[in-house]
C-alpha cells in the first residue's frame, strides 16, 4: 500500500497470503497500532530508546490506590505527548481498577482528521 504518509507494517506484525508483510490500510489504524505499542511496552525494554513506553503493564504487579492510577495517567498523558504529540491529539485519558483488572480509556483525533476515536486497554492479572 502506498500513502502520502507511506508503507507501515501492521501491528502485530503478520505476512499475508501472498508471502508479503502486511501493511496498515490507513494512517488511523497505524496510530492506533503505535498507542497501542506506547502502552504496552515498559520502560527500559527498547534498548536505544529507554525511555520509550507507557510502564502500564506494571501495574498488573503494583497495589492499585488513588495515587498510584494518578501516576500512572500522569505518566502516560506525558509518553503519548512526547512520542505521539505530532501524530494525535489527547482529549482525554481516564485509568482505572475495577476488582483485579486495569483499564485505560483514551479519547483521541489523529493529527489532521476531525473525527475523535476511543481505544480502551484493560489488563487484568492472569
Partial sequence: MSSSYGRHLLFP???????????????????????????????????????????????VFENIDEPTLAMTKAMLTDAINRWLGKRLTLESLSVGAKEETIEVDIRYR??????????TFQRGRE
Avoid: K, Y
Avoid at 489523529?110 to 481505544?119: D, K
Fill in 110 to 119: 489523529v493529527a489532521g482528521e476531525e473525527v475523535s476515536r476511543t481505544l
Fill in 13 to 59: 506484525f503478520r505476512i499475508g497470503s501472498d508471502g508479503r508483510s502486511m501493511a496498515v490500510a490507513s494512517r488511523a489504524e497505524h496510530v492506533r497500532d503505535e498507542l497501542v505499542q506506547l502502552i504496552l511496552i515498559n520502560l527500559g525494554e527498547r534498548l536505544f530508546m529507554p525511555e520509550f513506553g507507557g510502564n502500564t503493564r506494571r501495574l
